[in-house]
Structure formats: C-alpha cells, structure tokens
C-alpha cells in the first residue's frame, strides 16, 4: 500500500469487520489494505478429501441440524444411489441440506404425506468439488488453486481465495462463467476493491480522490478498496509506464530523472531551477503543483551546420526565386569584392546551463550561436583578400593560460591572426559570456558565388595542381636516387670494417699465441730449476743418510766387542797395541780414537762434493734464466711488428 505522505507501505492494527459472513474481510480507517484484508480465505481445506468433504457437509447442514429435522431418508426401493464423491442436494421447506455417500442405503426425500405445512424436494446431484453449487441461500463455492473468485453479497464485492468456501447469505451472487480470475493478472478490479501488482521496471499513476500517487514496483501488490481508487492508464493496451522514462507527470507530481550529460528545466513559482542526475541514482520527485518541469537541456558537445534548416527554409520563403546556392550558403564579400559561398560547422557544449537558460531559453540558444557565428565570419572575411581567405585550415581555437602565453610570447613572438582566428576567438569570447564553450569552429570549402571568376581560378588551380605534381614526382626520384646511394655508402662502409675487424682479430691470435710460447717456455724453465735442486738436495741427504748408517753399525760392532773384552780375563794380543786405559773407560773413546778422523774426512769429502753441486745447479739456473730472457725479448718484438700492422 502507499503512506499519503511518503508513498510507503503501513500497516495499521486498526481493522473492523465488514460482515460476519465474511471474517476475513476488513479495512483500516485509511483505506490502506493488504491481500488478507480483501481476500476470504478458506476455512474448510483439508489434505485429507474425505476430512474436507466432512468439512463442507457439517458447515453447509447446520441450519437443518439446528432445526433438527432433515429432508432426506433411507431406503433400498426408492431414492438414489450416492457416490463417495458426490452430494445430493435438496431442501426442506426452503432449508438447503447435502446428503453424502451411504454405502448402503439409497438415499431418498423424506415423504410426508399427511402433513401439508412440510414440502421436500431433491435438486439435484453434484460433484463435491464441483464449481458452484446451492440454493436458497445456502452455497458451496469450490476455487481451483491460482485462481480468485470474484462475487458479490448485495452490493458488497466479495473475492474469494482457493478451497472450499459455503456461503450462507440470500443475497449471494457468483457468475461461474467471468467470476474466475488469475491470481497473478496485473490488476484486478472489483467493485470497489482493486489489486495492483507492478512489475520490474514499471511504475503506476493511481488516484484516490484528488489525490495522485506514483506506485513502484515491489514484489507485494498494492490493495485498495475505495470507491475514489482510479488508475490512470499508460493507453489502451499497457497498464503502466516505464520506470526509466525521464519525466513523467501526474498530477502535481513530477518525477524526474534527466540522464548523465544533461539537466532539467523547472520553474518553481517562476523562479528557474536546474536538476542534474543524482549521485545515489535514484530518481527526482517533486510534489508541488507550481513547480514546472519544461523539458530537458544537454550538455554534451553538439554540432551544428550553419545555415540552419529553419534560416533556409525561412530564405525560401521570404524569397522564393532564391536559387539553391543562395539559400545553402553564407554569403560574405572580401576585401577585394569577392563573393564566396560557406558552410560553418560550430561545436560547443553548455557549461552554465542556469547562466545560459536564464539569457537566452531553451528555444534561442541556437539561433543565438547562428547569429554571432555568422556576423563574426562576415566581419573577418569583408577584412581579408580573396587570396588569404582560400588559403587557412586552423580549426580548433587556442586554449592557453597566461603562463604558458608568456612562455610562447618569449619562444615564438606572435604572428599576424589570420581572419579565421579572428572569428574563432571572437566567437569564443561571446559565446562564454552566456555559459557556452566553443569546442570547434570549422569553415566548410567556400564556393566562389561568380561562375566565370569560378571558372578562372578553377583553370588556376588546374595548373597549380600540374606543377605540384611534377614537383612531387622530381622530389620522389631525387629521395629515390639519394636512398639508393645511402645504402651503396652503407654497403661499402660494413665490408670494410668487416675486413679490419678480420685483420685486428687475426693479429690478435698471433700476440695471444705468443704470450703463451713464452709463458710455456718460463714454466719449463722454472720446472727444470726446481727439479735440479730437489735432485740436488736429494743426493746429499741420501749421503748423510747412508754414512751415519754405517758408523751407527760400527759403532754397535763396538760395543759389543768392548763388552766382551770387559767380561773376558785376558786381552788378545793384537787388541792391546795402540790401547790406552781411556779406551777401557767407555767405547766411544775407542771408537773416537781409531776411527774418528777416517768420519772427519769423509764428512769433508761429502761437504766439498755437495758445494760442487750447488755450484753447478746455480750455473744451469743461471744458463735457463738467460735462455728465458731471450725468449721474451724475441715474443715482445714480434708483438711490436704485429701492432704496427
């Protein structure tokens, strides 16, 4: 439902009954309901059929149990047979009654015969789930699932929802025929109640009273009963109007959403007022019924090609002779009496839509940029010669600020404008003054008004054009000839540094091979020194090694001798010559004595053979070193030959 201030959904504890018949069915004071509220639900649904046929039976008999006398009997002779789904319908004294299924018994009307104030009748028989069925006030109603029935009690609008319903009212009305409805139609309407579901993307214009409403879409439907409820219809076909629309109006209610690029035109109380897009997109609602919306105004770059369709066709009528040239081009006349034809294109975007708005409207800011952009033109060219007219192609005005001007001031001092700069930055100038920025100012290839003049400069240009192109054909060759012998240059110039590259690399090889020969060559030498005093050194410890081995073995000789003297009674006669009693005191003294001067001699002898072969390995050391040092000489002069190549 809608709130009257704010359009939202409230649910109000408020609620009456409308009919006891009916307790499903109520309302709030403000009118503000929701599908419980119009929808009679069924009490007597049931998954078990045979609970729900029990259901209907009790409730649609209690008036004849209250009276405590029935309309039917039992019998095997007369009457029908009952099936388990079905009803016999019948009345007694206009008190509806149903009789279900027996199982052994036909069931029959209750005669009686000599009682004149009671009259029976039997209906007829029916489906338990048949649509409608009842009489004399008393109804079963039986609403397929998905579906509403829409009813009526008196002048009181009734709908039902799926199951079983029995009724009891006189005054009960149900069209079997057009009383069902779907469950999801769009808007269902009857009597005085009104369902409303809007879709995605949609929106509703409703009225209650005076009184209008913008209804969005929601999953919930929007319920009313009020006889004051109308909805306003988008034509004859569609219901309700698209969400994304711009503007739409209704009623005092506007609802705005002007798109990214351009604004809103409003006047509240006559006062203008712009509208931009929204920051959180939501759309723009406005309750007042002085505040105007007069359309929408862009301000993206647009283009416009002057004459304007509306200036040709207002030439045409103000001069129907006019010929087709006249009225599709600008007319102007240079400073030599020239006559030429143009065509402005102008671009521009709107900068200040309330400066612009509030000057010159939505409806005068073209004609305005016509008007300034054609007397801007006419003044410029009526100050240039033919000649300087026909030879520009600048388009786009200067944007520059004052540091970067001084800057170009002091590089490039300024040059003489050309007369379509004087356009441009005067066009420019006037056009900020109103809000409105010149993006590009382009004049289209004028046409020359007289036909011979026309004709001439044609022939000119005929032959300008010839002598361009000779130009352009001696200047291709010439860019030819000069590239071919750029490349012969360049050909010539890599074969030979690949000739001197050879060269340096190849004298390369030769001083590096020679750097090793004598690296070789030390490397030996220094190899040949070293074996010669290792051999050296070697021969003299083998030597002394050898010697003090036999005097160590003399020495134990002796000592063993000396014991035995010294254990023995008596001296041989070959020991006692040459002893003298020191001998006796230690053996060392006899072997000092007899053999010490032959190990003082032979370590003199062993000493002057080890200088005599340290004197000869300095003399082969020194012949090497000599030898190496002529191989060196000759490599570093072989070296000098091949740097001087």
Not at 290 to 314: A, M
Not at 405 to 432: H, M, Y
Not at 626 to 643: L, R, S, T, Y
């Amino acid at each position: 439902m809608i709130n009257r201030d704010a359009n939202s959904q409230t649910k109000s504890d408020k609620t009456t009954q409308t009919d006891t018949y009916y307790p499903g069915l109520s309302t709030n004071y403000d009118n503000e309901l929701f599908l419980e509220h119009v929808i009679i639900k069924s009490k007597l649904n049931d998954t078990d059929t045979q609970k729900q046929s029990e259901n209907i039976l009790r409730e649609f008999n209690k008036k004849a149990i209250a009276s405590h006398v029935s309309a039917f009997t039992t019998s095997y002779f007369r009457g029908d047979w009952i099936d388990r789904d079905e009803f016999l319908l019948a009345h007694r004294n206009k008190t509806p009654e149903l009789s279900a299924f027996n199982g052994s018994y036909n069931i029959a009307r209750d005669l009686n015969p000599f009682n004149f104030s009671v009259v029976t009748e039997v209906t007829g028989k029916y489906k338990i789930n048949d649509l409608f069925y009842g009489q004399h006030g008393s109804y079963v109603l039986n609403i397929p699932v998905e579906k509403y029935a829409k009813a009526w009690s008196g002048n009181l609008p009734l709908i039902f929802g799926p199951g079983p319903h029995v009724v009891h009212d006189v005054n009960f009305k149900f069209a079997p025929s057009i009383g069902l409805i779907d469950q999801n139609t769009p808007y269902v309407n009857h009597g005085t109640i009104h369902i409303l579901r809007v879709p995605a993307g949609s929106i509703a214009k409703v009225w209650v009273g005076t009184v209008p409403y913008f209804l969005e879409a929601r999953a919930e439907p929007y319920v009313f009963n009020d006889p004051l409820f109308r909805l306003e219809r988008k034509n004859g076909n569609e219901l309700f109007f698209s969400a994304t629309e711009a503007l739409i109006q209704h009623g005092s209610k506007k609802r705005l959403i002007p798109k990214t690029g351009e604004v809103a035109i409003t006047y509240n109380n006559g006062k203008l007022e712009i509208i931009e897009p929204k920051i959180d997109s939501n759309p723009t609602i406005i309750d007042s019924p002085t505040h105007e919306v007069t359309g929408f105004l862009s301000t993206n770059v647009q283009t416009l090609l002057f004459p304007s369709d509306d200036t040709k066709e207002q030439r045409k009528k103000d001069n129907p002779r006019s010929s087709s040239e006249e009225v599709s081009y600008e007319i102007f006349t240079t400073k030599d009496s020239l006559k030429v034809g143009v065509k402005l294109l102008v671009a521009y975007r709107i900068r200040d839509p309330q400066l612009v708005l509030s000057i010159l409207g939505r409806d005068g800011i073209i004609p305005h940029i016509e008007n300034l952009a054609t007397a801007d033109m006419g003044k410029a060219i009526q100050q240039c010669s033919s000649q300087e007219f026909l030879s520009f192609y600048q388009t786009k005005p200067p944007k520059e600020d004052g540091a970067s001007k001084l800057e170009r001031a002091l590089i490039d001092p300024p040059k003489a404008e050309s007369f379509q700069d004087i356009v441009k930055n005067q066009l420019s100038k006037d056009l900020k003054e109103y809000g409105i920025e010149l993006v590009r100012l382009n004049i289209e290839t004028p046409k020359i008004m007289d036909n011979e003049i026309a004709k001439k400069m044609s022939e000119q240009s005929l032959k300008t054009a010839e002598a361009n192109a000779q130009e352009a054909v001696l200047e291709k060759q010439y860019a030819i000839a000069k590239r071919q012998a750029e490349q012969e240059a360049k050909t010539k110039e890599i074969a030979q540094k690949q000739m001197n590259d050879a060269k340096i690399s190849t004298a390369q090889a030769d001083l590096d091979a020679a750097k090793l020969s004598a690296q070789a060559l030390l490397v030996k030498a220094d190899a040949e020194r070293d074996a010669a005093i290792k051999r050296a050194e070697g021969d003299k410890k083998s030597a002394d090694l050898k010697y003090d081995g036999t005097k160590l073995f003399e020495l134990e000789m002796k000592k063993i001798e000396m014991d035995a003297v010294a254990k023995s009674n008596f001296l041989p006669v070959q020991m006692m010559s040459g002893m003298t009693p020191s001998m006796f005191m230690s053996p060392m003294s006899f072997f000092g004595g007899t053999q010490q001067r032959g190990i003082q001699q032979q370590n003199t002898a062993n000493l002057d053979a080890s200088e005599n072969d340290k004197s000869k390995s300095s003399v082969l050391f020194f012949d090497r070193n000599q030898q190496q040092k002529n191989d060196q000489v000759k490599v570093e002069e072989k070296v000098a030959v091949v740097k001087k190549m």
